[in-house]
Nanobody, 116 residues
Framework: QVQLVESGGGLVQPGGSLRLSCAAS????????WAWYRQAPGKPREWVAR???????NYAPAVAGRFTISRDNAKNTVYLQMNSLIPEDPAVYYC??????????WGQGTHVTVSS
């Protein structure tokens, strides 16, 4: 079984930065694709960013140029560096691990609030 533990959420002023982390524990093997999603109150969960096993990255248009996803395979950890945060960014952010294109796991979510 794989468990994902997220950290790094919090309150930040508009224009500020946060870095989210998500560490995986358990049986980590196979082709691993990491992703971040977010869900704002009253809205469906939306995809934010993805990093492939080879390190290729993709971003949702709403965050491209402001957010950066990265991974540390030795630590089984994925990061989301969020810069230039805007009022549309607050949400619960979830990390997602897709293993060998078959099985996926979710973190418990971490809250991000943007307010002055």
């Amino acid at each position: 079984q794989v468990q994902l533990v997220e950290s790094g959420g919090g309150l930040v002023q508009p224009g500020g930065s946060l870095r989210l982390s998500c560490a995986a524990s358990g049986s980590i093997s196979g082709i691993i694709v990491w992703a971040w999603y977010r869900q704002a109150p009253g809205k469906p969960r939306e995809w934010v960013a993805r990093i492939s096993a080879a390190g290729n990255t993709n971003y949702a248009p709403a965050v491209a140029g402001r957010f950066t996803i990265s991974r540390d395979n030795a630590k089984n950890t994925v990061y989301l560096q969020m810069n230039s945060l805007i009022p549309e960014d607050p949400a619960v952010y979830y990390c997602n691990l897709l293993r060998s294109w078959v099985t996926e796991y979710w973190g418990q979510g971490t809250h991000v609030t943007v307010s002055s």
